[in-house]
């Protein structure tokens, strides 16, 4: 990556070494953004649920429990992650 001439779009390649000192803003908030996502505990309307986040805090989706809720997550081949 020449960091000179960058316009900060993510161009990840699989395989290929990425300096972290030289990573932009963008490229961080980008990584894992399809590979991860996050559950968390919130309260709807309905009573105690489970929110489904991406990586970057977009909401996602909501399941009535926390197996639920990775199950989803890994049915989109994505790694689920409990933050509490």
Known sequence: MNTKDHDG???F???VQLDIHHISPAQLALL???EV???KP???DAGPAFAIYAADGT???VAADPQLAAAAIIQNDMTP???H
């Open 32 to 34: 894992g953004l399809e």
């Open 59 to 61: 909401p996602i989706a």
């Open 81 to 83: 992650t409990l933050v």
């Open 37 to 39: 996502a996050f559950v």
């Open 42 to 44: 919130v309260m709807t």
């Open 13 to 15: 390649n699989p395989g």
């Open 9 to 11: 779009t993510a161009d």
